[in-house]
């Protein structure tokens, strides 16, 4: 069961960059009537969010703004989180939903839980790689139909938890519930691993002197990744260092025995592996199609036990 917002209270979008102001173009597209406010320090971020003429107001520290809010949406980065629980979050009131899109949860629970919020957090992390960063870049559309793994402590009450799933349905996310430590590790798996790998590709190709255009179309996907601004990464991979090196771990012991099969020609059992693999990827596809939506599989080397669906070593 979902809960629409309150009718009182402002929104307070907390980051206006390409997330935070996706938010807010999907509340004002959605909920035109509703009171608004950024909190951004950056003048820069904003002034632009102020001169697309979707804000109420500016509060650039969030001092005069958070203790009449109903909901909160945290959309800056992790690294952010402390000094604004320290600060600004001690005005928070205790009807106010606490959400936010940093993208791993359970690091952003273990903060919020030291600072006394546990009990009405709601922390979600999106299935997409945003389109850039900034305000500039955010979009009315970006969440529609985007799966927002959401994750919360015992002790937050059924009704927060229905007003967070109505509250992200409203922007046009679907919801789903899931531990958050296993969000994380599967995090680690379906979204900065493949990051790694086509950085890897993307640098052996560079370092063998083979250009862009020599790739073929499939190809040129594989490294596309490679793409996105490592800075986006960088507070996401030092927080899942652990799954993520398992991940890396495994990956690089399949390449290791796809090379030393090839070493010594034994090409019929790498075809067995493309052809498990090749399996493993139509059957997940395939899912995903008729579910509606993407579907993460990381496979069983996720628990950092066993070798991936697939693996040269099965």
Not at 110 to 124: K, L
Not at 137 to 166: I, K, T
Not at 240 to 250: E, I
């Amino acid at each position: 069961m979902t809960r629409p917002l309150p009718p009182e209270g402002p929104v307070v979008i907390v980051g206006l960059g390409v997330l935070g102001g996706s938010v807010l173009r999907a509340l004002r597209s959605r909920d035109p009537g509703r009171l608004v406010v950024g909190v951004d320090p950056d003048p820069l971020a904003a002034a632009r969010a102020l001169e697309s003429g979707l804000l109420s107001t500016v509060d650039p520290s969030g001092d005069a703004t958070l203790g009449d809010a109903s909901v909160v949406v945290f959309a800056a980065p992790l690294s952010a989180l402390p000094q604004f629980l320290a600060g600004p979050g001690a005005a928070l009131p205790d009807h106010a939903l606490l959400t936010d899109l940093v993208g791993l949860n359970a690091p952003v629970l273990n903060q919020v839980a030291r600072a006394g919020f546990a009990n009405r957090w709601v922390s979600g992390a999106p299935a997409l790689v945003t389109p850039g960063t900034g305000f500039t870049m955010s979009n009315a559309a970006l969440l529609d139909g985007v799966e927002l793994r959401l994750s919360a402590a015992p002790e937050v009450p059924p009704a927060f938890r229905a007003q967070a799933e109505g509250f992200w349905r409203l922007v046009g996310a679907v919801p789903t519930w899931m531990d958050p430590r296993e969000h994380d590790t599967q995090a680690a798996w379906a979204a900065l691993l493949p990051q790694l790998v086509s950085n890897a590709l993307a640098g052996a190709l560079h370092a063998a002197a083979v250009p862009r255009t020599a790739l073929s179309p499939e190809a040129r996907r594989m490294v596309a990744l490679a793409e996105t601004r490592p800075e986006r990464w960088s507070e996401l991979l030092e927080a899942a260092a652990p799954a993520t090196g398992t991940a890396l771990t495994s990956v690089s012991r399949a390449l290791n025995v796809v090379a030393d099969l090839l070493a010594r020609r034994q090409v019929d059992r790498i075809v067995e592996f493309m052809d498990r693999t090749q399996g493993w990827a139509t059957e997940a596809n395939s899912r995903g199609e008729e579910s509606g939506g993407s579907q993460v599989t990381p496979g069983a080397g996720a628990a950092g036990t066993d070798p991936a669906p697939g693996s040269a070593e099965a």
